[in-house]
Nanobody, 123 residues
Framework: QVQVAESGGGLVQPGGSLRLSCAAS????????MGWYRQAPGKERELVAT???????DYADSVKGRFTISRDNAKNTAYLQMNSLKPEDTAVYYC?????????????????WGQGTQVTVSS
């Protein structure tokens, strides 16, 4: 069993910063891609940023230059540093991890989601 847990959300004023953390735990052999997604009220979930095990990262155009994704492979943890926050960044932020586990039938890849953490940008 694998668990994914986010932390670090909260209320921040426009122009402020927050750092989100995502920790994966359990029977993990390796993690290929970790990503952050967000869902605002009345909108579909959208990709924010992803990072692969080799540290290559990709960002949504709306957050480029403001957000930075990083990861600590030894801790199975990803981070999202969010700077220059805007009211339109308000959403529930979810972490996703593509995890390889070892089963009796060999290695298998699964996608796991966290419960989400609320980020509210408001004055």
């Amino acid at each position: 069993q694998v668990q994914v847990a986010e932390s670090g959300g909260g209320l921040v004023q426009p122009g402020g910063s927050l750092r989100l953390s995502c920790a994966a735990s359990g029977s993990i052999f390796s993690i290929n891609v970790m990503g952050w997604y967000r869902q605002a009220p009345g909108k579909e979930r959208e990709l924010v940023a992803t990072i692969i095990s080799g540290s290559r990262s990709d960002y949504a155009d709306s957050v480029k230059g403001r957000f930075t994704i990083s990861r600590d492979n030894a801790k199975n943890t990803a981070y999202l540093q969010m700077n220059s926050l805007k009211p339109e960044d308000t959403a529930v932020y979810y972490c996703n991890a593509n995890v390889r586990v070892v089963t009796a039938w060999g290695p298998k890849d699964y996608s796991y989601w966290g419960q989400g953490t609320q980020v509210t940008v408001s004055s």
